[in-house]
């Protein structure tokens, strides 16, 4: 399994990112995908979840209305579209199933 993150950078708050996670090594569209973020000094938390079809998602609260997770199946690629972005969303961002984690990408939001 090799799980790879990228589109993380600085943001100004208000900002939009949209992070991919590109997949191999694992039948990708039957497993659901997760994305999780640590910040320095804080335990690292589930942000989305989306099921094997993208048929169902789920969000922390703090980032719902804000973020959107969705998968592509045939690129074995899913997404993280970020909007509104708050200096409280920096974090490096990880994505993650079967109990893989990928190397993560930094998201700066500041001014």
């Known amino acids: 399994v090799q799980l790879v993150e990228s589109g993380g950078g600085l943001v100004q708050p208000g900002g939009s990112l949209r992070l991919s996670c590109a997949a191999s090594g694992f039948t990708f569209s039957i497993y659901a995908m997760n994305w999780f973020r640590q910040a320095p000094g804080k335990e690292r938390e589930l942000v989305a979840f989306?099921?094997?079809?993208?048929?169902?998602?789920h969000y922390a609260d703090s980032v719902k209305g804000r973020f959107t997770i969705s998968r592509d199946n045939a690129k074995n690629t899913v997404y993280l579209q970020m909007n509104s972005l708050k200096v409280e969303d920096t974090a490096v961002y990880f994505c993650?199933?079967?109990?893989?984690w990928g190397q993560g990408t930094q998201v700066t939001v500041s001014s």
């Open positions: 993650n199933t079967l109990g893989h």
């Open positions: 989306i099921s094997s079809s993208g048929a169902y998602t």
